[in-house]
């Protein structure tokens, strides 16, 4: 069965510290995602990857950044946490063929920033 | 730009009966998939139904059909007999040929009634 897997259900951290989601998907697919999901305004795109070492920023890319090492592996860092972070992060991944790869989706976690 | 609006914030319908959940769609690529996800109050995301651009036929998934309107640029799901499993948000997306990212409307709540 395939399988995206996220490090952390839930997440506390207070105001400014550095913060790692991880993220691993065991589907040897290409394409990896971040996405964070609010009330109101459904999954937004964070940061993508398409390949090892290859990151391109999605529509809200600000306060955020990536790291792709490995195929299998996405972090999303948090370089300094703010309270407008707390929010239900989400991690997807697809292989990399046309409009109808759907996304493969981990559980989530709810971080909370104090 | 690629954009998903759902309108519909909350719905509600009766055990068994069909219900009807509306997502329109903006893009200029004539070359496009839409999907339909399904999210559960544990937070999975489900893939429910896909739907190409160039498909002749409306997408149909057990229960669930895409009810296809290019023209309109409308892609609205609907879920027949109604069960109370069905309770969810439920998610509408668009990808772009040769666009690796997914972007998602805001999301209907649909209780079902006993």
């Known amino acids: 069965d395939v399988k995206v897997t996220q490090s952390s259900r839930y997440l506390v951290k207070r105001t400014g510290e550095k913060v790692f989601l991880e993220c691993v998907q065991d589907?040897?697919?290409?394409?990896m995602f971040w996405y964070r999901q609010d009330p109101g305004l459904g999954l937004r795109l964070i940061y993508f990857s398409y390949d090892v070492k290859m990151k391109e920023k999605g529509d809200i890319p600000e306060g955020y950044s990536v790291s792709r090492e490995k195929k299998e592996r996405f972090s999303l860092i948090l370089e300094s946490a703010s309270t407008n972070q707390t929010s239900m992060y989400l991690c997807a991944s697809s292989p990399q063929g046309g409009k109808n790869e759907k996304l493969f989706f981990g559980s989530g976690t709810q971080l909370s920033v104090l | 730009a690629q954009k998903i609006t759902q309108t519909q914030p909350g719905m509600f319908v009766q055990e068994k009966e069909a219900v009807t959940l509306d997502c329109t769609y903006d893009?200029?690529?004539?070359?496009?998939?839409l999907f339909w996800y399904k999210q559960p109050s544990s937070g999975e995301m489900i893939f429910l139904i896909y739907q190409g651009s160039y498909d002749q036929q409306n997408a149909t998934e057990g229960r669930y059909s895409l009810n296809f309107q290019k023209a309109r640029k409308s892609a609205n799901l609907v879920i027949s007999a109604s069960q109370l499993g069905d309770s969810a948000m439920y998610f509408c997306a668009m990808r772009e040929e040769g666009g690796n990212k997914l972007v998602f409307g805001a999301g209907t709540i649909l209780r079902v009634k006993s």
């Open positions: 589907m040897d697919h290409e394409n």
């Open positions: 893009t200029s690529d004539p070359s496009y998939g």
